[in-house]
């Protein structure tokens, strides 16, 4: 059996320390997003965890490793909406390069 890169399973770490911090405000935003788009409150569901997960273990290595936690949803969030066709990859890309130019 391959091991996938995100599959740390089975190989030497240190110890792993539990520590609480407040999340950012995107990262709420984020969270939320993902919420909805999985339908869990009732709303539509337009892709499953399952789906969003498989996105995330899918990211080339290079991007696993760079991405934090909550970049990788939202890498993952924007791929999956892509894949069932909920935004094209035009209109991603047109959103994206608007938010640049706010910054």
Not at 10 to 23: K, M, S
Not at 73 to 78: F, K, N, P, Y
Not at 81 to 86: H, I, N, P, S, T
Request: net charge neutral.
């Amino acid at each position: 059996m391959n091991q996938r890169h995100h599959d740390m399973g089975g190989l030497p770490a240190g110890r792993v320390e539990p520590t609480e911090h407040d999340y950012a405000g995107w990262e709420r935003r984020i969270d939320a997003m993902a919420v909805l788009l999985w339908g869990i409150k009732g709303t539509k569901k337009y892709f499953t965890v399952d789906e969003h997960r498989h996105a995330i273990e899918s990211m080339a290595p290079a991007d696993y490793d760079r991405l934090s936690y909550y970049e990788k949803w939202i890498q993952a969030l924007a791929r999956c909406m892509v894949l069932r066709g909920v935004v094209s990859e035009e209109e991603l890309t047109r959103k994206l390069d608007e938010v640049r130019r706010r910054a």
